[in-house]
Structures are given as structure tokens and as C-alpha cells.
């Protein structure tokens, strides 16, 4: 493996980590604001073959949603698609007998699917439309409005 492509390996799960982080801890919302954020630190994926790749290194590392959600980051004009598969009936060790379902998420691009998913029946119950914000920048600007305030704090007191 080279060096670009250790570190690539790196920063793909260590952004699939923030958002398995993220959504351990925090309403599935607020943790796609987050990983949105994180993900405008690294370059955006610009066609489905790079999203592809990524989702490769991702592996079956952290879930569905997880890596979907690192995926989408990187992405312009994605949404994150989650779906479920009704299945048979079963029993539970208690004898009660329930509907379990299957659940999964992915990643879809101007209606292309980046993972491939199983021929199941997915029946679509969400949609998160993702929209990749600008990276952030730190030029003179900011630095000069950031000195500026800090001079007026000081000047207030």
C-alpha cells in the first residue's frame, strides 16, 4: 500500500468514526450536521466512481448509516436513503411471536446507487438530502476581524 493511499485509508474511516461517534451519542439530525462539518475538511468526491472507492476502504466498518453518512459528506447533492424489508414472522425465546424487519441505509447520487445493495424489496422510509457546505477559511480577513475583536475586548474592560 502506498503512503496517498494509507492515508487516504485513514481519513476515509477516521471520518466513518466521527460519524459512528456521533451517532452513538446524538439524534441522527443533529449528528448529520456534524459529520457534514467534519466532512468539509476533506476534498469533495466529484463522481460516483470516487464515492465508490471511498465506500470500499469504508469496508464493514462501523453501520450502514454510519458509513453513509461519511460517504454523503463528501458529496455533493447526495442523499442518504434508508430503507427496510419486511420479514417473516418469528419467535422469541419468550414465545411471543413478532415482526422483525430489516433495515438498511445508503448512499444515492443524481439517482444512482453508490453501494450495491441485495435484490430485496427495500421499501424507502427516509430521505436525507445532503448538501456539501463550503470548507472553511481562515484568510486575512477573518484573522484581521478576529484581532479586532479581541482589541475590543480588551479595550471594554
Not at 460519524?19 to 463522481?47: D, K
Not at 472507492?53 to 462501523?62: D, E, H, I, K, T
Not at 447533492?77 to 414472522?89: D, F, N, T, W, Y
Request: some cysteine; charged content about 25%.
Amino acid at each position: 500500500m502506498t503512503r496517498v493511499a494509507a492515508l487516504a485509508w485513514i481519513g476515509d474511516n477516521a471520518l466513518n468514526a466521527i460519524a459512528y461517534v456521533s451517532l452513538s451519542v446524538m439524534p441522527p439530525m443533529r449528528a448529520r450536521i456534524w459529520v457534514r462539518r467534519a466532512g468539509s475538511f476533506y476534498p469533495p468526491l466529484e463522481t460516483i466512481e470516487q464515492a465508490r472507492a471511498v465506500s470500499r476502504r469504508l469496508g464493514n466498518r462501523g453501520t450502514c448509516l454510519s458509513r453513509a453518512f461519511a460517504v454523503a459528506s463528501r458529496c455533493a447533492a447526495s442523499h442518504v436513503v434508508i430503507g427496510v424489508v419486511p420479514r417473516k414472522r418469528v419467535t422469541s425465546l419468550r414465545g411471543i411471536r413478532a415482526r422483525a424487519i430489516e433495515a438498511h441505509a445508503w448512499v444515492e447520487v443524481g439517482g444512482f446507487t453508490i453501494d450495491e445493495i441485495d435484490d430485496s424489496p427495500w421499501v424507502e422510509v427516509g430521505r436525507l438530502e445532503w448538501v456539501r457546505i463550503p470548507r472553511p477559511t481562515f484568510g486575512v480577513a477573518f484573522l484581521h476581524k478576529l484581532k479586532n475583536v479581541s482589541c475590543e475586548k480588551r479595550l471594554s474592560k
